[in-house]
Every structure is written in structure tokens, then in C-alpha cells.
């Protein structure tokens, strides 16, 4: 196994719910549980029953079986979702202005939003169909003021579905414009402690098909409601 699957391997083996986590690879990969089960040459229902854990836990065999059948799937349609991981992937890290978490089992947006007491500003139709692998919590000031566009990508962690949670903010504006300018987005972007969005930073949020929420929840409050996921 390379880094990336030993990574994967590492989070199924370590995981509380093992057969969640193979659940939410699966479906970063994007591949159909009947997709999957034809390649293993398995019955969907076995597939099921590992990610509901209703079977023991898998071993080491099961694990690398797996993941070999995640990257060959993508390999034959390309690697885009490979490459992107390779791209992005980092361990999940609390830097001087940023923290990175991805969850275990992926979360609907609209769940996201419910959990965080959130208000909706703009896009609510969207949140139905986003699905968030994680989160990163950014001190806004100093991530414009002091990240280069070439560490841009780090704010990612694994993957690119996930919600960014902005603190220090006064209007809004910054974040989203740079996330207007930026090559990669968020699937959502989260607004803490501010009484006001500014109009710009809803016409951008709007452009980009970005829901935008507020909530009056302080940082570590965020990360025990959202390490519960």
C-alpha cells in the first residue's frame, strides 16, 4: 500500500465505527455499493451489512481488499478522486490559525446547519444535497493575512466537501472573497458572531452556489457538538 491507502487503512482500523468510515470512503470515492459489490464479487447485502456493522469487525484482508477495489474503481474512470486526495491530503491538524476534522460518517448539509443552530442566509434549497466529509474552523484575520496562495489547498485536509467555519469576522466580506478568488471551494461556508452579512459576501455566496450560515456558537462549543459526528 502507498501513504494515501495505508492512511485510509489506518482511519477503518482505528475507527470506533469501522464500517461507517468504509462508508463514507466509499461514497468520497463515489462509488455505488453495486459497483463495489461486482468488483469484490460480493453480495450488496454483505457490502450493507459491513457499513451498517451489523458483521464483527473487518480484518486486515477485508480492509486491503477494500481499498484496492476503491482506487482501482477510480483509476479506471481516471483517478480524479486520487489525485485530488493526494492533492489535499494531510493529517487532521490544529495549526496556529486553522483546525482541520474530518468526520467519520459523512452529514448532510441541512443536518450540518441544524446542528450548529445556524441561520441560513443564502442558497437554503442547496443544503439538501450537499454531504459534508468535514470541517475546518479558520481564524479569518490571520489566514488573509498571513497564508499564501500555495498553502490555500491545506485548509482542505482530504477532500474538498466540507464546510469552512470562519471566526474573527466583522462583515463577511474577506472570506468570501477570497473564496471567490480561490480554485477550490467549500461546499459551505459557516459565519460565527456577526450580527450583519455584509451584501457583498451574499451576492458571492450566491454566485457561487455556496450556502451561507451564521451561528452564535463559540469555537470549542463547534467542536464538541461537531466531533459527536
Same mark, same amino acid.
Given at each position: ?17 469501522p464500517?461507517s468510515?468504509?462508508?463514507k ?45 476503491l482506487?482501482?474503481i ?5 483517478g480524479? $478522486? &486520487?489525485? +485530488?486526495?493526494?492533492?489535499?491530503? /494531510?493529517e487532521?491538524e490544529?495549526? =496556529? ?10 452529514i ?17 434549497n ?28 491545506r ?20 472570506p ?8 477550490i471551494?467549500p461546499k459551505?461556508? $459557516? &459565519?460565527? +458572531?456577526?450580527?450583519?452579512?455584509? /451584501?457583498?459576501?451574499?451576492?458571492? =455566496? ?12 463559540e ?11
Amino acid at each position: 500500500m502507498d501513504t494515501l491507502q495505508e492512511r485510509i487503512a489506518g482511519e477503518i482500523a482505528l475507527s470506533e465505527s469501522p464500517g461507517s468510515t468504509m462508508k463514507k470512503w466509499r461514497e468520497l470515492f463515489g462509488i455505488s455499493q453495486i459497483e463495489l459489490a461486482k468488483h469484490l464479487k460480493i453480495s450488496t447485502s454483505t457490502i450493507s451489512d459491513y457499513e451498517g456493522n451489523r458483521r464483527t469487525s473487518p480484518g486486515v484482508g477485508i480492509i486491503k481488499r477494500f481499498i484496492t477495489a476503491l482506487f482501482t474503481i477510480d483509476n479506471q474512470r481516471g483517478g480524479e $478522486v &486520487i489525485r +485530488n486526495l493526494e492533492k489535499f491530503s /494531510k493529517e487532521s491538524e490544529e495549526g =496556529s490559525f486553522y483546525f482541520i476534522k474530518d468526520f467519520t460518517a459523512p452529514i448532510s448539509g441541512t443536518d450540518f446547519a441544524r446542528l450548529l443552530d445556524a441561520k441560513i442566509i443564502s442558497n437554503p434549497n442547496q443544503l439538501d444535497s450537499i454531504k459534508l466529509f468535514g470541517y475546518t474552523l479558520i481564524d479569518s484575520l490571520r489566514v488573509i493575512l498571513e497564508i499564501s496562495p500555495n498553502e490555500y489547498p491545506r485548509l482542505f485536509g482530504t477532500t474538498n466537501e466540507r464546510a469552512f467555519i470562519f471566526d474573527q469576522v466583522s462583515t463577511g466580506r474577506s472570506p468570501m472573497v477570497v473564496i471567490r478568488v480561490a480554485p477550490i471551494k467549500p461546499k459551505i461556508v $459557516v &459565519i460565527q +458572531n456577526i450580527d450583519s452579512v455584509d /451584501k457583498l459576501a451574499i451576492k458571492i =455566496s450566491q454566485i457561487e452556489r455556496i450556502p451561507l450560515l451564521t451561528t452564535r456558537l463559540e469555537a470549542e462549543e463547534l467542536k464538541v457538538r461537531l466531533n459527536n459526528i
